[in-house]
């Protein structure tokens, strides 16, 4: 018969093996998710790369420019004519002003990426019909996701980093251009990258819960990218309408304008549009636990 | 002899071309069936926005006519010309040529999915093999989901043209809005055949070289958002060399309001990349492997 303190210590031992099989199970999911990854983080790093050398290389063709012809004309344009031809109300001849207009793209790619791979930390075995094998190891759900998020979350955090160090790079290489103060240039590449990164947890957080929630699969993904696009339109309405009171409601639907280029350039967000982005990733995520949690995993 | 075994099998000949034809209109008339969910969906869509775009945001964009006429007084002609500013730009053809970067990309993203799910279906089924039991030759197979995929990039295009020509009528008494004619406008709004072809084309290789397709509207919608991406180059720096990575600038669309015709250079890049795109998906259909998964 064992005494007492023997009994514990069995017990405590136990426990501790248990938590290290868990503990192992874990990393596995975290490096099989990050192996699977790997390939298309490097199409859409290559691609954002290619497209800051493109962008930003060329700022010193648009800043030989008149500038202040280009300021005035903008500046009297009415708003709806200015998003329809694509300007917006930004200052085209200042390197934040067109790192602005590049970044919505990189932000409507970001978005797009970070859908993907949101939709596939909850998806992947299960669009694969191989979830079988990953439910059977002896740990949580809970636990699982929780990995394959981080796995994600490293992919997302390595895209913004390529896209920071591509354009700060871009901008070493940049000539000599007339107004060009380049301390200022890479605070704002910081900046937007901020955003970007933002934008991309907001996204997550909606493809992630819209994957958990829906029954089907590809209806779930399809929530999800259809979420990007319509934050994209919403983003045109509201630069067109943003002169009107009504134009908050696109603001809404639209998390890339929840902070407006403006704003990102002197760095700073509109407190209410930045609790809303947390509220959004907080719910979303949430929502994916639980339903994740809860998922009738019938075979299709 | 000769004869009589050409004539014994001339008959049974002719039996197997009727039903090769029947079969490969049996997948045909599947493909449709099964996708017109999604197709009514996605030309819904496009009809959507293209009425928001046109006949919503126009009006509000043409009466901005004479703040910006005003300003553009102050400047020499030729930098109002730099910019973009001529006679037509308030007009509803003009006002087209800036919403169609948007139709475009609806477009390319709703016919990239339908490539992607009509030529990837079986495959994400699990399928494949049910298929290819079919006693007709896989290039059937192929040349009947192609068929089936046209036909809706066509369809979703007229209805396009419709809307679009329907909704200028609504301007016609307005000499601002009509300064460039309607077989013009239907001409550069036709361009949205020609991206829907394309990416038709890209959705189908993609499904047929992909292992496993996962989401069809993940994939969709990067290709779209890639397309949409790709124009921002050439806009943006000025340099026409960044075109011909640029499919959505391939159908100009200034070149049809103004002149009437697109670029014949890029049309038959476009044309070319299309035909190659689905040559190469169609070898790769016949000669691929089917994957016991």
Redesign the interface.
């Known amino acids: 018969m064992m005494n007492m303190q023997e009994k514990r210590a069995a017990t405590v031992k136990s426990v501790s093996m248990v938590k290290s099989a868990t503990v192992k199970s874990v990393l596995a999911v975290a490096a099989r998710e990050s192996r699977a990854n790997v390939k298309p983080w490097l199409i859409w790093s290559v ?1 954002i790369v290619l ?1 800051n050398i ?2 930003v290389m ?1 700022f010193e ?2 800043a030989a420019g008149d500038p202040d ?1 280009v300021r ?2 903008t500046d ?3 708003k ?2 200015l998003a ?3 300007i917006s109300d930004l200052d085209m001849s200042t390197f934040a002003g ?1 790192y602005a ?2 970044e919505f ?1 990189a932000g ?2 970001a978005a ?1 990426y970070a ?2 791979l949101a ?2 930390a909850v ?2 075995e299960l ?3 191989t979830y079988e094998f990953l439910f059977v190891r002896p740990v949580t759900r809970t636990a699982i996701l929780t990995a394959k998020f981080a796995a994600a979350l490293g992919d997302a955090v390595a895209f913004v980093a390529v896209n920071v160090v591509s354009s700060l790079l871009c901008l070493g290489l940049l000539g000599d251009v007339r107004g060009l103060d380049e301390g200022a240039a890479a605070i704002v590449i910081w900046r937007f990258s901020v955003w970007l990164f933002a934008v991309m947890l907001v996204f997550g957080a909606v493809s992630a819960c819209a994957a958990a929630v829906c029954r089907r ?2 209806r779930g ?2 929530a ?3 979420s ?2 319509v934050a994209y ?1 919403a983003g ?1 309405a509201y630069d ?1 309408l943003s002169d009107h009171d009504a134009s908050v409601v696109f603001r809404l639907l639209s998390p890339f304008r929840y902070a407006t280029p403006d704003e990102v350039i002197d760095g700073r967000a509109p407190a209410a549009f930045s609790v809303l982005a947390a509220l959004i990733v907080l719910v979303g995520f949430a929502t994916a636990y639980v339903a994740f949690s809860r998922r009738d995993l019938a075979s299709r | 002899m000769t004869t009589m075994t050409a004539s014994t099998t001339t008959p049974s000949r002719s039996n197997a071309h009727a039903s090769l034809t029947s079969r490969a209109m049996h997948v045909f008339l599947f493909e449709l069936k099964s996708q017109l969910r999604p197709f009514l969906i996605g030309t819904v869509t496009l009809l959507a ?1 293209a009425v928001l775009l046109l006949a919503g ?1 126009y009006p ?2 043409r009466d ?1 006519k004479s ?2 006429e ?2 553009i007084d102050g ?1 020499p002609p030729q ?1 109002a010309a730099l ?2 500013v001529n006679d037509d730009v308030f007009s509803f053809g003009g ?1 087209y040529r ?2 169609s ?2 139709l475009m990309l609806t477009m390319a ?1 709703m016919a990239c999915a339908w490539g992607l799910a009509v030529f990837g279906r079986e495959k994400r089924a ?1 399928a494949t093999d049910f298929l290819f039991v079919m006693p007709m030759p896989r290039g059937a197979i192929y040349a009947a989901k192609l068929a089936a995929g046209l036909t809706m990039v066509v369809v979703a295009s007229l209805a396009f043209l419709a809307a679009v020509a329907l909704t200028y009528t609504r301007f016609r008494d307005d000499s601002t809005a009509t300064s460039i004619a309607l077989p013009r406008l239907i001409l550069a709004a036709s361009s949205l055949l020609g991206v829907g072809v394309l990416f038709l084309a890209f959705g189908a290789l993609t499904a047929v070289l992909l292992r ?1 397709i ?5 994939i ?3 290709f779209g ?2 397309g ?2 790709l124009v ?2 050439p ?5 026409d060399k ?1 075109r011909i990575i640029s499919p959505f600038t391939w159908f100009n669309v200034s070149e049809a309001l103004d002149h009437g015709r697109y670029e014949a250079g890029y049309l038959a890049l476009a044309a070319v990349v299309a035909v190659a795109c689905l040559a190469a998906g169609a070898v790769a259909y016949v000669r691929g492997e089917v994957r016991a ?1």
């Open positions: 691609v497209f493109a962008g060329k063709g648009v012809a005035k004309l009297a344009f009415p709806v004519a329809v031809m694509g067109y207009v590049l793209y409507i790619m797009v859908v993907a939709r596939n998806l992947r669009t694969d019909g699969p590809d993904a399809a999800g990218n259809a990007v696009i339109c045109v067109m | 926005v945001a509000i964009y901005s703040s910006v005003q300003v400047f930098f910019f973009g006002f800036f919403s970067l948007y993203i699990k496993r996962r989401s069809v509207s993940g969709a919608t990067a958002v890639f949409f991406m921002s180059l806009e943006m720096t000025g340099e960044y998964e």
